[in-house]
T-cell receptor, first 114, second 112 residues
Framework: DAGVIQSPRHEVTEMGQEVTLRCKPI?????LFWYRQTMMRGLELLIY????????DSGMPEDRFSAKMPNASFSTLKIQPSEPRDSAVYFC????????????FGPGTRLTVT | DAKTTQPTSMDCAEGRAANLPCNHS???????VYWYRQIHSQGPQYIIH???NNETNEMASLIITEDRKSSTLILPHATLRDTAVYYC?????????????FGKGTKLSVKP
C-alpha cells in the first residue's frame, strides 16, 4: 500500500499566484481530510469529505480557499490568490470504515508564499 | 468534547519503556481515547485507540484507568526513532464529524 500521496512536496510561489495542492487517498478509504499546520496555530482541519461529498468546511479560512473531490481517488486544495500568511505545511489524510478518527496522513506539502 | 492535558515534554532512555500520561477527567461514556504521534517533518501517525479496556498493538499499549479519567500510552522499548510529539485526543467516533483536534501534545525525546 503506497499510503496517502501528496504533490507537490514543496511549493514556493509569489503572492497573488494560484496554488493547487493534490492528494490521492488510500484505496478503499471513504473519508478525506485537509489539514494545515503552522507554528502559531498548530494542526487545524480545513475541510472533510465523506464519500466525495464535503461534510464540514468550517475550517476553510476564507473564500480564497477551495477544495474539490471529483472522485474517490483524488482531491485538490486550491488557494487563489495566495498570500504570505498561507505559508504552512498542508496535510491530506484519509480514513475508512465506521470511524473517521483512524486517519492516515500523507507526507504533506510545504507551501511558501513570498 | 473532553479536554485533554498532557505534559509538555518528557525524556526517555533508549531501550527503556516510555510512559506518556494523558488526563481527560471530563470524558463522557461514549468517547474514545486516540493517540497519534508526529515525527519531525512527517505527517501525524495513528498509534492506537481504546474505550475502556486496555489495548495493545505492534506499536504500543494503551492503559485506561477504571474511571476513564486518565490514560497512559506505553512504548515498551523506546528507540531513537520514537522521538516525536505524541497527541492524546478524545472524541466520539462519528462519520459526520471527522475533525481530530490536536492540542500541543507531549514532546518525547529518546536519548541514547
Amino acid at each position: 500500500d503506497a499510503g496517502v500521496i501528496q504533490s507537490p512536496r514543496h511549493e514556493v510561489t509569489e503572492m497573488g499566484q494560484e496554488v493547487t495542492l493534490r492528494c490521492k487517498p488510500i484505496s478503499g478509504h471513504n473519508s478525506l481530510f485537509w489539514y494545515r499546520q503552522t507554528m502559531m496555530r498548530g494542526l487545524e482541519l480545513l475541510i472533510y469529505f465523506n464519500n466525495n461529498v464535503p461534510i464540514d468546511d468550517s475550517g476553510m479560512p476564507e473564500d480564497r480557499f477551495s477544495a474539490k473531490m471529483p472522485n474517490a481517488s483524488f482531491s485538490t486544495l486550491k488557494i487563489q490568490p495566495s498570500e504570505p500568511r498561507d505559508s504552512a505545511v498542508y496535510f491530506c489524510a484519509s480514513a475508512g470504515g465506521d470511524s473517521s478518527y483512524e486517519q492516515y496522513f500523507g507526507p504533506g506539502t510545504r507551501l511558501t508564499v513570498t | 468534547d473532553a479536554k485533554t492535558t498532557q505534559p509538555t515534554s518528557m525524556d526517555c532512555a533508549e531501550g527503556r519503556a516510555a510512559n506518556l500520561p494523558c488526563n481527560h477527567s471530563t470524558i463522557s461514556g461514549n468517547e474514545y481515547v486516540y493517540w497519534y504521534r508526529q515525527i519531525h517533518s512527517q505527517g501525524p501517525q495513528y498509534i492506537i485507540h481504546g474505550l475502556k479496556n486496555n489495548e495493545t498493538n505492534e506499536m504500543a499499549s494503551l492503559i485506561i484507568t477504571e474511571d476513564r479519567k486518565s490514560s497512559t500510552l506505553i512504548l515498551p522499548h523506546a528507540t531513537l526513532r520514537d522521538t516525536a510529539v505524541y497527541y492524546c485526543i478524545v472524541r466520539v467516533p462519528s462519520r459526520s464529524q471527522g475533525n481530530l483536534i490536536f492540542g500541543k501534545g507531549t514532546k518525547l525525546s529518546v536519548k541514547p
